[in-house]
């Protein structure tokens, strides 16, 4: 279980070791590591999804380790409450940066082992505090700089994280 701790209140994961075991490994080293204290959820999107990781509170990209492979065909789906790996359009090019479903995005799933069908790795669903990912879901948000959309007008900010074995 990991909780993450956000300015706008807990939010507590299960983690799908079985079904994900690099993705949640390195889910985990980065949390036991630091990283995700105070990052941003740095992109809201009502109706599709929250993402955070890789932003900090100066909205710099912050640095990340190598990669992980996409374990996307695991059988779990992108649905409301679960938990994502973000990636660029290269299918295992995940690290840091997650997103909270907060629609069912059934689309986001794999089908298959091309770059087009590979989908995004759910990893971990969210037990409790949906009523916080809710109210993040919920922030107004405007565009940062030229290149971020969907960016939260005030912060959403991630102020620790707990792991519990």
Partial sequence: MVTLHTNHGDITLNMFADKAPETVANFLQYCRDGHYDGVLFHRVIDGFMIQGGGF??????????ASVKNEADNGLSNKIGTVAMARTSEPHSASAQFFINVGDNDFL????????GYGYCVFAEVVEGMDVVNAIKGVATGNRGHVHQDVP???VLITGVTVSE
């Fill in 56 to 65: 900090d509170a100066d909205f710099k990209e912050k640095s990340t380790r």
């Fill in 109 to 116: 799933n794999f089908k298959s082992a091309t770059n087009q």
């Fill in 153 to 155: 007008v005030e912060d």
